[in-house]
């Protein structure tokens, strides 16, 4: 194997690269990169730089997906029909836990309980959201930008913040965002 320090491209190998991960954000180019995944044929668009590490992805993967720039989607998570994940979001199954024994995390959490992730059904994930092992989001929740969703939410949740907790609702039957107010939590 060529030393990977020592490596050197081409003019036209490098150009190639630059344009495939920092120019080719577009519809035909995402339609590539998800049949490129085994994604194919499921109108899923995955954006440059993404990477998806899940186990039998096209199983978990529904239809009608968008996954942003720079996404990182890794482990037993499955993502429903029509969801939207925005730029830069952390959706990580699975966990380390703490080893007595040696004083530091190593080994990864092996059925101490459920480290899946669902993001469910019509979702939409902001920019910067993080969705933390055995978490399940609700349907048609709208995840806003930065929010670390450490908890399931309910359907048509309006989550925010660090960690989110439920900010508002959406009304299933005009769209109505509905915001709680400070004084009442849940309206």
């Not at 190998?13 to 998800?34: F, H, K, Q």
């Not at 309980?113 to 969705?131: E, K, P, R």
């Amino acid at each position: 194997m060529e030393d990977l320090k020592n490596m050197q491209f081409s003019d036209e190998e490098y150009a190639a690269y630059v344009r495939l991960t920092s120019m080719s954000d577009n519809g035909p180019d995402d339609i590539r990169r998800a049949e490129m995944l085994g994604l194919g044929g499921k109108n899923i668009l995955v954006a440059p730089g993404a990477i998806i590490r899940v186990p039998d992805m096209r199983e978990k993967f529904g239809e009608d997906i968008f996954v942003g720039l720079y996404v990182y989607i890794n482990g037993d998570v499955t993502v429903e029909d029509h969801v939207l994940i925005g730029p830069h979001c952390s959706i990580a199954a699975g966990n380390h836990k703490f080893d007595p024994a040696t004083g530091y995390f190593s080994a990864r959490t092996n059925g101490d309980y459920d480290n899946s992730i669902v993001i469910g059904w019509g979702s939409w994930l902001a920019s910067n959201v993080t969705v933390t092992a055995g978490v399940r989001i609700g349907r048609a929740n709208l995840v806003c930008a930065g929010a670390v969703v450490t908890r399931s939410t309910p359907d048509y949740a309006i989550m925010a913040g660090i960690p989110a907790k439920q900010v508002g609702k959406i009304d299933p039957e005009t769209g109505k965002y509905i915001w709680f107010s400070e004084k009442n939590e849940k309206e």
